[in-house]
């Protein structure tokens, strides 16, 4: 590393994020698989036993999106585009 690329290394802000990471698992589903696995709209869930066979159901019947998150991981994201 030059003398130069160490001196804009030491003067960069750095932010260190340190949490649990989650998975948000979305995708536009019918209200009976709602309703079937007893998860209600708008709200966030832990899975539980009961849960496990929808995500199976859900990558081999819809398209669902992984959306990386967690609190730690969303301040950081914000942070970088700040």
Known sequence: MSTEETKKAETTPMIL?????LLDISANVPMELITRYGV??????LAEEKHMPVYK??????????????ATQNTIRVAQWM
């Open 57 to 70: 159901e859900l990558v081999e019947s819809y398209e669902p999106d992984y959306i990386a998150g967690g």
């Open 40 to 45: 209600e709209l708008n709200s966030a869930a």
């Open 17 to 21: 994020g340190m949490g649990n990471p």
